[in-house]
């Protein structure tokens, strides 16, 4: 038997749909992320989608940039919250959250400040670098996380 959350409902038969399929659409997107990140190696271009190279005047350019970190910011922050919101619903321990948003946080101000904003090469390629795989990382364990909130909705 399942205790009750601090609203009286009970964790479990929540949102254990939508928990579920967070997975894989989180892994999806993380798929999508993986594939336009290797395009952008192949073909040459770090930032964006018609850069050619690091020192090209687009790319250097600090509105562009500012843009470029701030859609970047867009695209990932809410995805996280509606993973993290669907997690809660269904009975997460405030203690992983807590670490997982912490360590999202950290990552994102990495990729902004550190990978798409650095003021020298190399720390900006790791900044970039850390910053992409911890967000990936974080959206994978709460996908994760929603899977293991939503197993006894599905027999297990």
């Known amino acids: 038997m399942s205790t009750a959350n601090s609203l009286?409902?009970?964790p479990v038969a929540l949102l254990p749909v939508t928990g579920t399929w967070a997975a894989?659409?989180?892994?999806y997107m993380i798929f999508l992320s993986i594939r336009v990140s290797?395009?952008?190696?192949e073909r040459k271009v770090p930032i964006g989608n018609r850069c050619t190279g690091a020192d090209t005047k687009e790319n250097s350019d600090p509105l562009y940039l500012a843009i470029r970190a701030h859609a970047n910011y867009a695209e990932y922050v809410p995805y996280a919250f509606v993973l993290a919101g669907?997690?809660?619903?269904?009975?997460?321990?405030?203690?992983?959250?807590?670490?997982?948003l912490g360590v999202f946080f950290a990552a994102r101000l990495v990729h902004t400040e550190i990978g798409?904003?650095?003021?020298?090469?190399k720390s900006?390629?790791?900044g970039?670098?850390?910053?992409a795989f911890l967000t990936l990382?974080?959206?994978l364990s709460l996908s994760g996380y929603n899977l293991y909130l939503s197993k006894s909705f599905w027999g297990f």
């Open 24 to 27: 894989p659409f989180t892994a």
């Open 8 to 10: 009286g409902l009970n």
């Open 137 to 139: 990382l974080t959206l």
């Open 86 to 100: 669907l997690a809660e619903a269904n009975g997460a321990k405030s203690i992983a959250l807590n670490t997982i």
């Open 38 to 41: 290797k395009l952008r190696d």
């Open 128 to 131: 970039r670098f850390a910053g």
């Open 124 to 126: 900006m390629a790791s």
């Open 116 to 121: 798409m904003l650095g003021k020298d090469k």
